[in-house]
Nanobody, 125 residues
Framework: QVQLVESGGGLVQAGGSLRLSCAASEGAISSRAVAWFRQAPGKAREFVAAIAGLSIRTSYKDSVKGRFTIFRDNAKNTVSLQMNSLKPEDTAVYSC??????????????????WGQGTQVTVSS
């Protein structure tokens, strides 16, 4: 069983930065792929970034490449998303998710079994 808790959301001006963290309060996530998804009002949930288990391999949505970085801290059992050069279109609820057992990355929500409650990110213009 894995329980995920996100933190770090908030309100920031365009061009600013935020760091989101996903902490596993129960269960280790070092061997599991972990992803960040986001959902803006009236829009479908979309993949943002993912990091493989037991690997440094990562994957990003095209529109965030070069601006967002996903990384792990296995000692703290966390996965973080550093978001720089934020744009108003990045405004959404961001949720982290972990795969059940697989270390490989999936870019679809259905590939993830454990989900956090989400954290709001609002970027003002």
């Amino acid at each position: 069983q894995v329980q995920l808790v996100e933190s770090g959301g908030g309100l920031v001006q365009a061009g600013g930065s935020l760091r989101l963290s996903c902490a596993a309060s129960e269960g280790a996530i070092s061997s599991r792929a972990v992803a960040w998804f986001r959902q803006a009002p009236g829009k479908a949930r979309e993949f943002v970034a993912a990091i493989a288990g037991l690997s440094i391999r990562t994957s990003y949505k095209d529109s965030v490449k070069g601006r967002f970085t996903i990384f792990r801290d296995n000692a703290k059992n966390t996965v973080s998303l550093q978001m720089n050069s934020l744009k108003p279109e990045d405004t959404a609820v961001y949720s982290c998710a972990a795969r059940n057992t697989f270390p490989s990355i999936s870019e679809t929500a259905g590939g993830y079994f454990y989900w956090g409650q989400g954290t709001q990110v609002t970027v003002s213009s």
